[in-house]
């Protein structure tokens, strides 16, 4: 038996370190599920977060000129 709660629901990994909060993967996001964190990494850029409700789409992991981002689902 299977309830809609067990099922695993796709999210990002964003590594937090090497994003230089350029905000393109926050732009692209059909559901505008990432923000900016306010707080700053070790080379000095704030980067940022990602909520929940993501699809997995891709589209913010395409999009980032660091490849800092990866899609699970
Ligand atoms: S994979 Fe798509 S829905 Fe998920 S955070 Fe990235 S752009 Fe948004
Ligand atoms: S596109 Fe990449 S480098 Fe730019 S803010 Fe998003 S995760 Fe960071």
């Known amino acids: 038996m299977s309830s809609e709660s067990e099922q695993k629901m796709p999210y990002i990994k964003i590594d937090k370190e090497r994003c230089k909060g350029c905000l393109l993967c926050a732009e692209v996001c059909p559901k505008k599920l990432i923000k900016i964190?306010?707080?700053?990494?070790?080379?000095?850029?704030?980067?940022?977060?990602?909520?929940?409700?993501?699809?997995?789409?891709?589209?913010?992991?395409?999009?980032?000129?660091?490849?800092?981002?990866?899609?699970?689902?």
């Open 37 to 73: 964190s306010g707080k700053t990494n070790k080379r000095g850029a704030i980067y940022v977060e990602a909520g929940k409700g993501c699809t997995a789409c891709a589209m913010c992991a395409v999009i980032c000129p660091e490849s800092c981002i990866e899609v699970y689902k």
